[in-house]
């Protein structure tokens, strides 16, 4: 029904930036509450980043607040995660969800479709 693909990932040193898109498939695209995880090496997927169907509420964890941004645009079908002064520790695979809601994506269940990850490598 709805197919999700993650885009933006890449090598960065320590301090840098990258910004992750999630391209979308369907024609209910705003129905969708959408969302970031991660996965870091021999960790488990945790959550990043929420925003709702409209794009007027967010949410993030801890340890990315004042650093990430998440955004969409319903027109284009697509979410984005801004990720500025990126550490060492953001180092992961990084997933787009989209869960079909009217309130915020909080964690990694129930989650209706995922996109495929992509590598986010920070360097020392």
């Known amino acids: 029904q709805v197919q999700l693909v993650e885009s933006g990932g890449g090598l960065v040193q320590a301090g840098g930036s990258l910004r992750l898109s999630c391209a979308a498939s369907?024609?209910?695209?705003?129905?969708?509450?959408m969302g970031w995880f991660r996965r870091a090496p021999g960790k488990e997927r945790e959550f990043v980043a929420a925003i709702n169907w409209s794009g007027g509420e967010s949410d993030y964890a801890d340890s990315v607040k004042g650093r990430f941004t998440i955004s969409r645009d319903n027109a284009k079908n697509a979410v984005y995660l801004q990720m500025n002064s990126l550490k060492p520790e953001d180092t992961a695979v990084y997933f787009c969800?989209?869960?079909?809601?009217?309130?915020?994506?909080?964690?990694?269940?129930?989650?209706?479709?995922w996109g495929q990850g992509t590598q986010v490598t920070v360097s020392s």
């Open positions: 369907g024609r209910t695209f705003s129905l969708y509450a």
């Open positions: 969800a989209a869960k079909r809601s009217y309130v915020l994506i909080a964690a990694p269940r129930n989650i209706d479709y």
